[in-house]
Structure formats: structure tokens, C-alpha cells
């Protein structure tokens, strides 16, 4: 099956911890990016990447980081300097950026 | 900051009606994605439609733009409860990102 999958699909973060996320793909895609949605909201973007090795700020980067090191994953470390990480995660890939985005299930961070 | 608004954010409609939701944006775009979201999963595309197109069909789907008024709507026509989701729309502004409205609720009514 073509696409892509995120895990976990729930997790919880103790305070003071980093957790990571997963995102990895098998449709090819040179862009990845990773959004960030709250409780009846739309998404905003944190990190995105266009090509191996190389990623860019969204509009929400502190307290996140991500890496590139293979075209086919896009981790995303949400680290303790995120005081409100609660929220729903969802990554998604493009064949080209600006085009159809093609999204996995989420994962959903609950702080303990 | 979001560049996109949707309305109305929510909207229930009887089973079989037509359900029509509106996107605004402000400044120029290369083109407008909509996309579903069922309740606490991912994305689904739905239809793209670029700037020097007025409008677009796909199944039971329609979507205006109204590139002067920068604005496009969605209609949905004889609305099923299968179609009871989220639904964003998406401009892409000519760069490497797309930025998401708010996002219409619509409830179908059995």
C-alpha cells in the first residue's frame, strides 16, 4: 500500500520530556511537512522539507525540530520548550511543493 | 497568520440537500485545494482548481473561483451522511507551502 504512516498514534509527554514523532512515506515525495492542529481549528504549519537534508520554519517552529534525512522520513521532535503541546499532529507529502498534499492518520499528544 | 476563512464554520443540512461553503483569502493564489477531514484523521483531497479556472466538477462536488472577489465556494449536492466532515480549503500562493482556512463542520441529518 502506497502512502503514509504516523506513529504513534497517541502518545503522552511528561514534562521536561522530548518526544518524537513519526512520519514515514513510500509515495516518493521530495516535500514533507508537518502541521500542527488544535481542538476545532484549521492546521498550521511547523516545519517543512523539500528536499533531503534541507527543511524551513512554518509559522509555529519554536519548541519543535525535525531532520531530513531520508527522502522517505520526516521525523518531528517536540521538545520541552513547547509549553502547550497538546494537540493533534498530522504530516503530510507532496510530489511538488504547492501541490496535492497526500496526509497520514495523525498522532494525537496528551501532556501528563 | 492564516490567510484563509471559511464560512459558515459550522452547518447541519437534511439528508439529500445541497450544502455550499464558502473560502476567502487576500491575496493572489496559483491555486485552491479543498479537502475533508473526518473526525479525528487525516486530510483526504478533494479537488484543485488553479487561478485562471472558474470552475470545476467532480462527482457530486462543484467549486467556484471568483479570483476578483478572492473567494471560491464548495457545493455539495444531494448530501449523504457519509459526507458528514471537516472541510478546508487550501491556497497555494505560488511558494512552496499551502496555508488552510478554518474549516466549515457540516453535519448531514438522516
Known amino acids: 500500500d502506497g502512502g503514509i504512516t504516523q506513529s504513534p498514534k497517541y502518545l503522552f509527554r511528561k514534562e521536561g520530556q522530548n518526544v518524537t514523532l513519526s512520519c514515514e512515506q513510500n509515495?516518493?515525495?521530495?516535500?514533507m511537512y508537518w502541521y500542527r492542529q488544535d481542538p476545532g481549528q484549521g492546521l498550521r504549519l511547523i516545519y517543512y522539507?523539500?528536499?533531503?537534508?534541507?527543511?524551513q520554519k512554518g509559522d509555529i517552529a519554536e519548541g519543535y525540530s525535525v531532520s531530513r534525512e531520508k527522502k522517505e522520513s520526516f521525523p518531528l521532535t517536540v521538545t520541552s520548550a513547547q509549553k502547550n503541546p497538546t494537540a493533534f499532529y498530522l504530516c503530510?507529502?507532496?510530489?511538488?511543493?504547492?501541490?496535492?498534499?497526500?496526509f497520514g492518520a495523525g498522532t494525537r499528544l496528551s501532556v501528563l | 497568520s492564516q490567510q484563509g476563512e471559511e464560512d459558515p464554520q459550522a452547518l447541519s443540512i437534511q439528508e439529500g440537500e445541497n450544502a455550499t461553503m464558502n473560502c476567502s483569502y487576500k491575496?493572489?493564489?496559483?491555486?485552491l485545494q479543498w479537502y475533508r477531514q473526518n473526525s479525528g484523521r487525516g486530510l483526504v483531497h478533494l479537488i484543485l482548481?488553479?487561478?485562471?479556472?472558474r470552475e470545476k466538477h467532480s462527482g457530486r462536488l462543484r467549486v467556484t473561483l471568483d479570483t476578483s472577489k478572492k473567494s471560491s465556494s464548495l457545493l455539495i449536492t444531494a448530501s449523504r451522511a457519509a459526507d458528514t466532515a471537516s472541510y478546508f480549503c487550501?491556497?497555494?500562493?505560488?511558494?512552496?507551502?499551502?496555508?488552510f482556512g478554518t474549516g466549515t463542520r457540516l453535519t448531514i441529518i438522516p
Open positions: 522539507s523539500q528536499i533531503v537534508n534541507d527543511f
Open positions: 482548481i488553479r487561478s485562471n479556472e
Open positions: 491575496t493572489s493564489i496559483n491555486n
Open positions: 509515495l516518493n515525495h521530495d516535500a
Open positions: 487550501a491556497m497555494n500562493f505560488g511558494n512552496e507551502k499551502l496555508t
Open positions: 503530510a507529502s507532496s510530489g511538488s511543493t504547492g501541490n496535492i498534499q497526500y
